[in-house]
């Protein structure tokens, strides 16, 4: 099982980051997938969550209305929309797949800084 995030990087305040899971190792399709998120001295939070087919979603109501999560089960890959991001959004950015697994990415890190 592999998930790798790609798409993080240094954005100023008010700017957009599409982060990228690629899957691999698994039934991509069977699987409800999140994105999770982890700022220094923080606990893991939950960002936003997608259903198998991408007919439900939920977001944290730190980011409802900025974030937009996705799924192409078809490239096995989960997407983040990330819009007018605050400096409160820096974190390492973590998907995940299934709740009761620990199939987990590296992470990938978004600092939100002038």
């Known amino acids: 099982v592999q998930l790798v995030e790609s798409g993080g990087g240094l954005v100023q305040p008010g700017g957009s980051l599409r982060l990228s899971c690629a899957a691999s190792g698994f039934t991509f399709s069977s699987y409800v997938l999140y994105w999770f998120r982890q700022a220094s001295g923080n606990e893991r939070e939950l960002v936003a969550s997608?259903?198998?087919?991408?007919?439900?979603?939920n977001y944290a109501n730190s980011v409802k209305g900025r974030f937009t999560i996705s799924r192409d089960n078809a490239k096995n890959t989960v997407y983040l929309q990330m819009n007018s991001l605050k400096p409160e959004d820096t974190a390492v950015y973590f998907c995940k797949a299934g709740v009761r697994t620990d199939y987990w990415g590296q992470g990938t890190q978004v600092p939100v800084s002038s």
């Open positions: 997608i259903s198998n087919y991408g007919g439900t979603t």
